[in-house]
């Protein structure tokens, strides 16, 4: 039972890991565009802001398991397989990112205007304000918005395994539901809950580090 539990986390780490990184990559873009190109950011654009705000809302209303399915082509195309680890990273990242995006667009909001007037008024140009004035400020609720959505991403994890991507929601379903095997299934939950725990309060004691710091 120990082998795979353990196996079973690695492979919910690889898929949750790899898709969150992905995500991050993907969503923080996403959010400094829909906050720029607001009627009150540094760079108006009333179409780009529409899109954009469009496209992710579309995303977010699909639920995780008819998303999954539904981009199956997709995943079988970038990654060559729609079954296993690899193949659930797919549709995490593409669930996570505009979730992410969400989040961290609220914390980019929360910056105080005065100080992006400041810049601006010293002359700084939109790349500076963004990475000197808008990202510094923001970073402590980025990384709580992070942290919620990596959370999300391991409760989706366990779904995608259910449905054949590995991890501790395969070994659940196989072990636990379809084999009427009580132990496993208490032994999984057991671990989802160490490691959620363990991700919660690890992005708590970061952002409140970073925090400490701009004071």
Do not use: H
């Amino acid at each position: 039972m120990l082998e795979l539990l353990l196996t079973g986390l690695i492979d919910t780490l690889i898929m949750v890991g790899v898709s969150a990184i992905l995500a991050f990559l993907l969503g923080l873009p996403i959010a400094l565009v829909l906050v720029n190109s607001s009627e009150q950011g540094i760079a108006p654009s009333f179409l780009t802001n529409l899109s954009l705000g469009w496209s992710v809302n579309i995303v977010r209303a699909i639920p995780f398991l008819i998303l999954m399915v539904a981009i199956i082509p997709a995943t079988r195309m970038i990654v060559g397989t729609s079954y296993g680890v690899w193949a659930a990273v797919v549709p995490l990242t593409l669930a996570a990112t505009p979730f992410f995006a969400r989040i961290a667009e609220v914390s980019l909001r929360e910056v105080d205007p005065g100080l992006i007037e400041a810049a601006q008024a010293i002359g700084c140009n939109r790349t500076q304000i963004i990475r000197y004035v808008l990202l510094p400020e923001a970073l402590p609720g980025i990384i709580a918005g992070f942290t919620v959505t990596i959370v999300t991403m391991i409760n989706s994890s366990a779904i995608a395994g259910a449905i054949g991507a590995g991890g501790l929601g395969d070994i659940a379903y196989r072990y636990g539901y379809q084999r009427f095997d009580v132990q496993m299934m208490v032994s999984v939950i057991v671990v989802l809950v160490a490691l959620v725990m363990l991700v919660q309060a690890t992005g708590d004691s970061l952002a409140q580090w970073v925090d400490k710091r701009q004071l």
